[in-house]
């Protein structure tokens, strides 16, 4: 009964390929969120959802694409795929859009690496 | 510009040993200050949140501090063991923009038998 959970735990794919990393929230939360943690274990935003709807693109490439069929939910698919790309994506979710008191609850990472 | 700077950057300390990490900011305005444990190949957990009104806030052998006037953080840890043996970051929220987190790069602590 993972709060935040997130598929697959490792991804490893070649250069120009498109991929997609899974994520779901069984904590009734309203916001989720996409972070990248590179090889300096520097944790940074990438999108915000809340009920669904992105309100955040952190100068991501338009090649990473999310999407939110419900706020239970929140996948992330990306295409063409490039070296630089590989990281630890986290995805995370909390209660409500602006509540700075809660913490964010991450999903255990998903490892991609791009060869 | 919003920043929040941890020391040491890595840390190695013999099990049992007292240990203590530093979170400096300048973040502004200021909301709260919240640690992360992150243990390896795991999704960063909260330890403990620091708001403006606090000075110093315990969970188990965790102690953080709290310095808004300097702006300044510390988190504590007491009697250490192998299971402390992770990545601890601190993150700072501001009271504005839609962007409102800012997280510092982590001191990664080792407990060694």
């Known amino acids: 009964d993972t709060a935040v959970s997130q598929t697959p735990k490792y991804l490893v794919t070649q250069m120009g390929n498109d991929k997609s990393i899974k994520c779901e929230q069984n904590?009734?939360?309203?916001?989720m969120y996409w972070y990248k943690q590179d090889s300096k274990k520097f944790l940074k935003i990438m999108f915000s959802?809340?009920?669904?709807?992105?309100?955040i693109n952190e100068t991501v490439p338009n090649r990473f694409s999310p999407k939110s069929p419900d706020k239970a939910h929140l996948n992330l698919h990306i295409n063409s795929l490039e070296l630089g790309d590989s990281a630890v994506y986290f995805c995370a979710s909390r209660p409500l859009w602006g509540d700075l008191n809660s913490p964010l609850h991450f999903g255990n990472g998903t490892r991609l690496t791009v060869t | 510009k919003n920043q929040v700077e941890q020391s040491p950057q890595s840390l190695i300390i013999l099990e049992g040993k007292n240990c203590t990490l530093q979170c400096n900011y300048t973040v502004s305005p200021f909301s709260n200050l919240r640690w992360y444990k992150q243990d390896t190949g795991r999704g960063p957990v909260s330890l403990t949140i620091m708001t403006f009104s606090e000075n110093t806030k315990s969970n188990g052998r965790y102690t953080a501090t709290l310095d808004a006037d300097t702006k300044q953080s510390s988190l504590h840890i007491t009697a250490s063991q192998l299971s402390d043996s992770a990545s601890y970051i601190c993150?700072?929220?501001?009271?504005?923009?839609?962007?409102?987190?800012?997280f510092g790069k982590g001191t990664r602590l080792s407990v060694i038998a």
């Open positions: 959802y809340n009920n669904k709807e992105l309100i």
């Open positions: 993150v700072v929220s501001k009271n504005s923009g839609n962007t409102p987190l800012v």
């Open positions: 904590l009734g939360h309203d916001t």
